[in-house]
Structure formats: C-alpha cells, structure tokens
C-alpha cells in the first residue's frame, strides 16, 4: 500500500518537474512554445541550405531537408537530455540537502522533457514533409505510425546516459567541458546530414556502425522511407539501451550514497 | 523494553557515526584529481562529525539539539531526516518526518505561487490528493491574497518566506524538524508561526529543533547538547541550558583574558 502510494507521489513529482523544464525552456520568449517547432525548423532549413549543395537533393532514398530533419530530432532527443540532466544533481543541490527527495527523478524528468519536446518537433517534421510532398519530392508511407517502437529504447538509451553523468558531475565538475567537445564529435560522427552510402571509405563507415546514435537514426528514416524495419534492427536498438541503462543504473547507484555528503 | 514503550517511540537514532572525506585541498575536477595522482599528493584526512551518537525521541516530546557552531547539529538532523545515510549505526523512524531545513525548497522563480505550493508539497513527499485538501489552508495562512496566483519573482522575500512556511506547517506530519526557530516575515506573522508550532504542539505533533537561542524552551522541555561530535548531556532544558552557557561565558572569558 505505502509502495504503491510513494510510486504515484513520484510519478506525481516528475510531472510537475516536467512541467517545469518545458515552461522554463523557452519561458522568456514572445511566441513560447512555438519555439519547439521553430527551433528544429530553423536549424534543419540551414543545415539544408548549406548541405543539398555538397550532397545533392535525395539521400538515401529520402528528400534531403526530411534526411536532415529526421535525423536531428531523433539525436536531439539524445543530446539534449544528457546534456541537461549532466549539470541537474549539482542545481538541485538545495533540494538534495533539505529534503528527502529522491535523486534519480532530476535525469529522468530531464530525459521526459526531451521526449516531449521531441514531439514538438515532430511538428515540425510534419510540415516539412507536408511541404515537401505538395511539391512531389517525398510521399507518405504508412509504415511512420511505427515510430513509437523506437522511443523506448531511445529513452532508456539517453538516460543510462544521463544517470552516468549526472552522478559523475558532482564528483567532477569538469566533465562538462569534456562532455560538450564528446557531444560535438559525436554529432559528426552520426550521419546527421551526410550518409554513408555516399562516404566512400569502408573504414570510416564501418567505425560509425559502432556508433549507437547511427542505428537509432537509421532505423527512424527506414521508417519514413516506407520500409518496414527488419526486427534486427529493433533489437539492435534495444540491446544498446539495456547495456546503456543498465550501466548507468549501476553507476548511479554506487556513486548515490556518496552524492549528498559531496554536492 | 516492553510493548508500550515501543508504541510510544517515535524516533530512535542507534549508535550513529559519520565522518566526511576530505581533501587537504578539494578535489573536484578530473583535472585536479589526475595532476594530484601524479604528484602522489591526494593527502585525505577524515573529518569526524559524529560520533556514536544514540537517542530515543517518544511520541509528542520536543527536543532541542544545541551545542555551538560546527558540533555536528545539522548532520545529525540531516540523518534523522534521511537526507545523508549515516556512516555508521542506524535510525528508525516511526511516522512521517518532515524536514523543515529550508524553507521553499524547490521553488520555481518562474511558477506562480500556486503551482509552487504543488512543486514544494510534491519535493517534500505528499502526493496531489493530500495537497489538494490543505491548498486553502496553505493560501489562506500565507495571507498572499491575489498574489498566489503571481509568478514568485514578484514577491519580496518575506513573501517568499511565508509561502514556504505556510506549506511545511499545513501538511500533516508527525516529527517536525527545524533547523532554526524561523522568524518569518514581520511581526505579526512571526506571531502567527510561533502559535501555528504551538497549535502542532498541541496536536501532538513531534518537534526536533535546532537552536542556539533560548526561545526554544517556549516549546522543548528536553535538550540534547551536543559537542564536538558526541552528546555532552541529554535531559531537562532548563538545566542543560544553565551548564551550557556557563560553559560558553566560561570559554569566552578564557579568550579575552590576558
């Protein structure tokens, strides 16, 4: 009774904490929320501008700005909840001294956050193909409704992640700059807005298949290209998850007792 | 210890040691922790902040914990309250403990006061059901009126600090933790809290205070002193209180002498 009690007072608790995150993401701003779908918007206009240039209009079957786009929102979801849940044990350092709550439920309410602006984006993704398809460069295919399979594993991939390095901040608070130059190098070594195919170089190509972020990635395109992805391919994804959460679970919970005597 | 004696017991801290690691110099980069490795200049000493300490609290005692700066008052409240698992030794608790350590812990500067009573409520443990039953009760002792509905940055401090306490006194709780009777707001409010605790009191709620200041005998008829450590003595207030600032006059005394 008091188990189950506690487990919806948590639930409670990372909602209203995820309320806060998405209202504090783009708070200051005149048009708010609509920021979400911009945001991506925007960035995937550049990225498409500069790069149909050097890669040509259709990639790997998919129209460019849609490659682009569905690319970045899938590893958006990765590096926006680690990179927030990294300093989030450290901000609530008052919470964390003053009261009883628990420390887990700071990465996952970043992770959830991301999550949800991940939808929002979706968004934007929608338009985008919706243009697109009006001037017949890319049509719909039925097999996009799969994308959900794809969450959890993307979900639980980042937040093995972010328990790993959250708990790692309050030790070391110089991981950050570590972390932002890892971000970065893994954001060039995920084929955002290149492919593979077209890389040319089978070391390169095969180095990036060890790069988990490239099967997530893929596997959401071969959705939009409208193939249904074989099942390997989903268990490939969620094999990286459990190893990541897994993992990270462990660390964290070493390192937990430890925590609140260091913040 | 016999059947009534357990049913009366709320809280019972057994043999609780801890001590805190610490660096000659803190460590706490990457950087810093490998050059240190190099050097072979990673000096730890350990800093013992408790030390064995054991107490029983029963069912609507109040207890205050004095004993001067750094003699390891707030650790020992930060145990008892779960925050920082003890090094050594064990605390049973038998209701629910509500930490009121820091006022409006979690508060959102952006949030309305409103939703900030759920975030506060919710950190602090309860679920939205009894949140939702004391929300009039909270609104109406802040006495914020119209503002509850105002982001908080709008609010002076004293606002702020009313808020906070308002939500940790109308929660129900059994063991009130205090760090610090907490003269909130002006006087009339400051007024109202001190007869808020002593309407708890009443109820029968149980109290473990922190003070340097002699206002807590208004409330604790016990005190543990503890020093360096260790309780120095445990039992009637008024008494401890005597030997305790004759031992405070008796150092400063020794200070300024020639």
């Known amino acids: 009774m008091t188990k189950k009690r506690n487990f919806f007072q948590a639930l409670f608790l990372l909602r209203l904490l995820v309320q806060r995150n998405i209202k504090n993401q783009y708070y200051r701003s005149v048009i708010g929320i609509l920021w979400t779908v911009l945001n991506p918007l925007l960035n995937m206009l550049v990225m498409a501008f500069v790069f149909s240039v050097l890669f040509g209009s259709e990639t790997d079957g998919l129209d460019y700005p849609v490659y682009i786009l569905a690319g970045n929102i899938i590893f958006n979801v990765m590096r926006s909840s680690t990179a927030s849940a990294l300093p989030c044990l450290v901000q609530q350092r008052d919470m964390l001294l003053k009261t009883k709550v628990h420390a887990e439920i700071f990465p996952i309410s970043n992770v959830l956050s991301s999550l949800v602006t991940f939808f929002f984006s979706l968004i934007a993704l929608l338009l985008v193909m919706i243009l697109r398809a009006m001037s017949g460069f890319y049509s719909f295919h039925w097999q996009i409704i799969l994308f959900p399979l794809l969450l959890p594993a993307l979900s639980l991939f980042s937040a093995g992640i972010a328990f790993f390095l959250s708990a790692l901040y309050v030790f070391f608070r110089d991981i950050k700059h570590i972390y932002s130059v890892i971000l970065t190098l893994w954001t060039y070594l995920t084929p955002l807005f290149y492919s593979l195919k077209k890389l040319q170089s089978e070391t390169a190509a095969r180095f990036i298949r060890l790069n988990p972020m490239y099967h997530f990635v893929t596997l959401f395109r071969t959705m939009l290209v409208g193939t249904v992805p074989p099942l390997s391919s989903f268990a490939l994804c969620y094999l990286f998850s459990a190893i990541s959460i897994a993992l990270g679970c462990l660390f964290f919970s070493l390192l937990r007792p430890r925590i609140a005597a260091r913040l | ?258």
Not at chain 2, 161 to 183: C, K, M, Q, T, Y
């Open chain 2, 1 to 258: 210890m016999t059947h009534s004696d357990l049913s009366r017991r709320l809280l019972s801290v057994e043999h609780v040691s801890m001590s805190f690691r610490r660096y000659d110099v803190g460590v706490d980069s990457l950087k810093e922790l490998i050059v240190r490795a190099f050097r072979r200049d990673l000096h730890k000493n350990k800093f013992q902040c408790l030390k064995d300490v054991s107490f029983q609290v029963d069912r609507g005692e109040a207890v205050a914990l004095i004993g001067k700066n750094g003699a390891g008052k707030s650790t020992l409240l930060k145990i008892v309250s779960g925050i920082l698992p003890p090094e050594q030794g064990s605390v049973f608790c038998g209701g629910r403990i509500t930490p009121l350590l820091r006022l409006g812990a979690g508060f959102d500067s952006n949030a309305s006061g409103l939703e900030n009573i759920y975030l506060n409520a919710a950190i602090l443990g309860y679920p939205k059901k009894e949140i939702d039953e004391k929300l009039l009760p909270i609104i109406e002792f802040s006495e914020l009126g119209d503002f509850i509905r105002a982001p908080i940055k709008t609010y002076s401090s004293g606002m702020l600090a009313r808020l906070g306490f308002s939500v940790a006194v109308n929660l129900p709780s059994e063991i009130l933790l205090i760090d610090e009777i907490l003269a909130v707001g002006d006087l009339a409010f400051s007024r109202k809290c001190y007869r808020k605790l002593d309407e708890l009191r009443a109820n029968g709620t149980t109290f473990l205070i922190v003070s340097h200041s002699e206002s807590v005998r208004r409330y604790c008829s016990r005190a543990i002193w503890l020093d360096g450590g260790t309780i120095r003595a445990d039992g009637d207030i008024d008494q401890i209180f005597k030997e305790y600032s004759a031992c405070m006059l008796q150092k400063t005394e020794f200070k300024t002498a020639p």
